[in-house]
């Protein structure tokens, strides 16, 4: 990135949740190399709302298929190259970057933790009725916020996570503008000639 040149997002968002997954052993089965890491355009400039939303690109324990209502469904596949992607990360700008530093890497720990333990392209399932957030969303929160501290506490390079310090329309100021992967949410696809029991 040169100085003064556009501030590329999805790089250094990719960046900082690659040393996350490095150092901070909840998050050591994540591989950056396959999660894209892209930016949506927030439709109204307000600050609440939605901050950012992990998509899977399995279904449940990794399946490539799912049968709901009598049919059989896949999901689109996402190809870098050879690599196939399991999962699409979004951020939604400039929402999500007016928040506050801590609020900003709170919901960045929060989504990567959706992020199934078996980094099979399935999310993290709690056990119960709540199965993304367990029973309480303010709770799972909280504990993002530790997770979050201690990563800090782990002394990680500044310029990983100093990106995330000013407002949306600071950076765009100090680099002309703000760029990053937009990526369509891959479609589910049904398969033909699928038949209920």
Same mark, same amino acid.
């Given at each position: 990135?040169?100085?003064?040149?556009? =501030?590329? @997002?999805?790089?250094?968002?990719? *960046?900082?949740?690659?040393?996350?997954?490095?150092?901070?052993?909840?998050?050591?089965?994540?591989?950056?190399?396959?999660?894209?890491?892209? @930016?949506?355009? #927030?439709?109204?400039?307000?600050?609440?709302?939605?901050?950012?939303?992990?998509? !899977?690109?399995?279904?449940?324990?990794? &399946?490539?298929?799912?049968?709901?209502?009598?049919?059989?469904?896949?999901?689109?596949?996402?190809?870098?190259?050879?690599?196939?992607?399991?999962?699409?990360?979004?951020?939604?700008?400039?929402? @999500?970057l007016d928040q506050t530093f801590r609020e900003k890497m709170i919901t960045v720990f929060h989504e990567l933790y959706h992020i199934s333990p078996k980094f099979d392209g399935d999310i993290r399932r709690m056990g119960?009725?709540?199965?993304?957030?367990?029973?309480? &969303?303010?709770?799972?929160?909280?504990?993002?916020?530790?997770? #979050?501290? *201690?990563?800090?506490?782990?002394? !990680?390079? *500044?310029?990983?996570?100093? =990106?995330?310090?000013?407002?949306?329309?600071?950076?765009?100021?100090?680099?002309?503008?703000?760029?990053?992967? &937009?990526?369509?949410? !891959?479609?589910?696809?049904?398969?033909?000639?699928?038949?209920?029991?």
């Open positions: 990135m040169l100085p003064g040149g556009p =501030f590329e @997002f999805s790089h250094a968002m990719s *960046r900082l949740c690659a040393d996350i997954a490095e150092r901070v052993d909840e998050f050591s089965h994540i591989r950056m190399e396959q999660v894209v890491v892209a @930016f949506a355009q #927030a439709r109204r400039r307000v600050a609440y709302g939605l901050q950012a939303k992990l998509t !899977p690109l399995r279904f449940e324990g990794g &399946q490539l298929t799912s049968e709901r209502e009598g049919r059989l469904w896949t999901v689109q596949r996402l190809f870098d190259n050879d690599r196939e992607m399991l999962y699409i990360l979004t951020f939604y700008l400039p929402r @999500f119960g009725r709540y199965h993304v957030h367990s029973h309480s &969303q303010t709770e799972y929160d909280r504990a993002m916020e530790v997770l #979050a501290q *201690r990563y800090l506490e782990l002394d !990680p390079p *500044r310029e990983l996570y100093t =990106f995330l310090k000013p407002k949306f329309r600071t950076l765009e100021s100090r680099h002309g503008s703000v760029v990053g992967k &937009q990526v369509p949410i !891959p479609k589910l696809i049904p398969l033909p000639e699928s038949k209920t029991a």
